[in-house]
């Protein structure tokens, strides 16, 4: 027994638990929390646990909600792949994805453009900007647009949560 706890005790000095490790690699800002971690190639942290690597914003997700249901992904309202504030992920679809990238698309506007493609005036306050990692520019945004998709995808969220819970998936 007593190897059985030496080694014990040399694997968790190695390897602290998830969450510790976890924690201690996460920055909370005011809106996003951001992973410190180096981001893998499509910009999505990643944490070794059991051998085997993870995505961070997965397990953020599921530490707040539960289980993924499976074929879903996990996307963020607030366009940052390493952020990992559950307030900012949501459950989707991979179509869900390229609908959201479209329509990402679609606000890319030129800063002469003064209205969004459903006519919200994009200034003050409503106009918002972002970093877009793989056009490598500043985007801008309409903030009205932004909220409806994240209320839609909230709506959503809880909806598949409570399938989830309710056993209906045939995971
Ligand atoms: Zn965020
Ligand atoms: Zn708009």
């Known amino acids: 027994m007593s190897d059985t706890q030496t080694l014990e005790g040399v694997r968790s000095k190695r390897y602290p638990p998830l969450e510790e490790r976890f924690a201690a ?3 909370k800002t005011e809106t996003c ?3 410190q971690g180096k981001p893998n190639t499509s910009g999505y942290g990643t944490i070794r646990d059991g051998g085997r690597k993870h995505r961070v914003h997965r397990i ?3 530490w707040a909600n539960g289980p993924i249901p499976d074929g879903m992904l996990v996307l963020h ?9 559950p ?3 949501s459950l ?5 994805n390229n609908y959201d990238r ?14 969004c493609i459903r006519g919200h005036e994009l200034s003050g306050y409503n106009l918002y900007t972002f970093f877009d990692r793989k056009l490598g520019l ?22 598949l949560a409570r399938a989830a819970r309710e056993g209906t998936s045939n995971g």
């Open 102 to 115: 479209d329509a990402k698309g679609r606000t890319k506007t030129p800063a002469r453009k003064t209205h």
């Open 87 to 89: 307030a900012h992920l």
């Open 77 to 85: 309202s607030c366009d940052t792949p390493r952020c990992v504030n």
């Open 60 to 62: 953020a997700w599921e």
């Open 33 to 35: 929390w951001l992973w």
């Open 25 to 27: 690699l996460v920055v």
């Open 92 to 96: 989707g679809t991979v179509r869900d």
């Open 138 to 159: 500043t985007a801008r945004a309409c903030r009205a647009c932004a909220n409806m998709r994240q209320n839609a995808r909230r709506r959503r969220n809880r909806a």
